[in-house]
């Protein structure tokens, strides 16, 4: 698979507004635990190896075990590996990854709500956004595990 263009180099200012995203997220009030399933599990889902790599070594660095890492992509099934609100936060984040099939559903939300604010969901929304920009500009540009989006 060979590399394609270097997304600073050829738009710069649109990786300053992807930055700008990952600056605001980084100020939300949703524990990085959960930022850090939502980058993982929506990676899995699109098949990006180089977002799965640099995000489940971040959730190691912040604590998280290998068992749940390897339940990520079969957490319904997981038991009570993750918590209630954490389920919410991944049911979210696989219905807006796979946005095409029936978008966020009423029932998702609804769970959402009974642990996070609509403050709260929006950024868990935004953070689900992001890393599916991520993943598409990386899926896209052929970048490999290792190389620099620089």
Same mark, same amino acid.
């Given at each position: 698979m060979q590399k394609r263009l270097n997304i600073k180099q050829a738009a710069p200012d649109a990786l300053k507004a992807m930055i700008g995203l990952e600056s605001y997220l980084s100020k939300i009030s949703i524990s990085k635990t959960a930022k850090e399933l939502i980058k993982i599990r929506a990676s899995q889902i699109n098949g990006c190896a180089y977002c799965i790599n640099i995000h489940t070594q971040?959730? #190691? !660095?912040?604590? +998280?075990?290998?068992?749940?890492?390897?339940l990520l992509s079969a957490w319904r099934e997981a038991g009570d590996i993750f918590t209630e609100e954490e389920k919410a936060v991944l049911a979210v984040t696989e219905e807006i990854t796979l946005i095409h099939e029936?978008?966020?559903?009423? +029932?998702?939300?609804? !769970?959402?709500?009974?642990f996070?604010?609509?403050?709260?969901?929006?950024?868990?929304?935004?953070? #689900?956004?992001t890393i599916n920009l991520w993943n598409r500009v990386v899926l896209s540009t052929r970048l490999l595990i290792g190389e620099s989006l620089a």
């Open positions: 971040d959730a #190691v !660095k912040n604590g +998280e075990t290998n068992q749940r890492i390897f029936n978008g966020l559903t009423d +029932e998702t939300y609804s !769970k959402a709500l009974q996070f604010s609509e403050t709260q969901i929006a950024d868990i929304i935004t953070a #689900v956004i």
